[in-house]
């Protein structure tokens, strides 16, 4: 997003997806964990108090998902789920959920917030909570609702994005998801930004800044 400079970055708040949807068969099942950078930050910095063991079994695990699939083609169009992870977690955890969804034909865009979760940059950089300038989940949040706006912008224009899903989604089937604070971020979403119909808080509390909020919305 080039209207917001990251001053850790030095650079363009970058944000990372990952997109997970009805696809045609390829040759390359897609591994659990698709970035060696990100398999060897989460057994350095001893992810979520994990055993070694499994965190470096985590480099060879196989999905039930095709890497770079073709999408489906379908007589209707699929609804479009925007996912945001919980806090210090990588949107690999969720691989169970992404697939699932997909199965039943919504295409699931899994949206890595930087210092939310656990996110590798294209620069090979990892940027993690402890990278956070400041503990401030207020301006968190802020900063994570305008990439949520700024990734459904990227339909409306000219993009990478919007040529890759664009004419398979339902625009008017637009929903957000997310576990713990990307449950309140969900939410709040849904709030802010007109184009999002619905909301699944999975395990998310509330900050005091949203008492005053109401949502009209499914939830």
């Not at 950078?37 to 999905?63: E, P, Q």
């Not at 699932?100 to 699931?108: M, W």
């Not at 339909?155 to 040529?163: A, P, Q, R, T």
């Not at 998801?177 to 395990?203: F, P, Q, T």
Request: net charge positive; hydrophobic share 40%.
């Amino acid at each position: 997003d080039k209207r917001r400079f990251d001053t850790l970055q030095n650079a363009s708040r970058n944000i990372m997806i990952q997109l997970w949807y009805p696809g045609q068969r390829t040759k390359t099942k897609a591994k659990y964990i698709l970035s060696s950078t990100l398999a060897k930050h989460l057994i350095t910095s001893k992810y979520y108090g994990l055993d070694s063991s499994i965190l470096f079994n985590l480099k060879s695990l196989v999905t039930n998902s095709f890497f770079n699939a073709q999408i489906q083609p379908a007589s209707e169009k699929y609804p479009l789920l925007l996912f945001s992870t919980g806090l210090g977690v990588t949107k690999a955890n969720y691989t169970a959920i992404y697939e699932e969804l997909a199965s039943y034909g919504i295409v699931i865009l899994a949206i890595d917030h930087p210092y939310t979760g656990v996110t590798v940059l294209r620069n090979g950089k990892v940027v993690s909570m402890e990278n956070l300038p400041r503990e401030d989940f207020d301006q968190m949040m802020k900063d994570n609702l305008k990439d949520i706006s700024f990734i459904l912008d990227q339909l409306n224009i000219e993009s990478d994005l919007s040529k890759f899903i664009k004419n398979s989604i339902d625009i008017a089937s637009i929903g957000a998801a997310g576990h713990s604070i990307g449950g309140n971020l969900a939410m709040e979403a849904s709030i802010v930004d007109h184009r999002i119909k619905y909301s699944i808080n999975l395990d998310g509390g509330f900050f005091d800044h949203m008492k005053p909020k109401t949502v009209n919305s499914p939830c």
